[in-house]
């Protein structure tokens, strides 16, 4: 059994996990540091003051991109973009990223880009 710690949404243009700034790269960095402050804002919010978690969790992500990029090679693939959320959550919702031990990540479309977020916590029977 799991017990959701924190659920939140945020009206924000999904963008993949940058590692480097190689100039052939498709996402610009100042966007990439821009949808990092951005999620993390909203990751503190919905926080309400709590210590990040130490323990195991599982993080479960719904990313909407705009129909306009469907096909299109600047889109992003899901695992990087839960790279991007893992990083930006990081020292906010938990104090290293290698206390994720189960990701769900759902790639859809819609007129509204956006990224859904659930974060719980998992017990000792949950452990994968």
Aim: glycine fraction near 4%.
């Amino acid at each position: 059994m799991s017990l959701t710690i924190i659920n939140f949404s945020a009206q924000i243009t999904p963008v993949p996990f940058m590692r480097a700034i190689p100039a052939k790269h498709v996402v610009n960095p100042k966007c990439y540091r821009h949808f990092k402050d951005v999620l993390g804002w909203h990751a503190k919010q919905a926080m309400h003051g709590q210590e990040p978690f130490d323990g195991l969790l599982r993080l479960s992500c719904h990313f909407f991109k705009n129909y306009q990029n469907i096909g299109s090679q600047g889109y992003g693939d899901v695992d990087n973009f839960c790279k991007a959320v893992m990083d930006a959550l990081q020292d906010i919702c938990y104090l290293n990223d290698a206390q994720i031990a189960e990701i769900h990540a759902f790639k859809h479309y819609d007129r509204k880009p956006h990224i859904e977020i659930v974060l719980e916590v998992l017990s000792c029977t949950d452990n994968p």
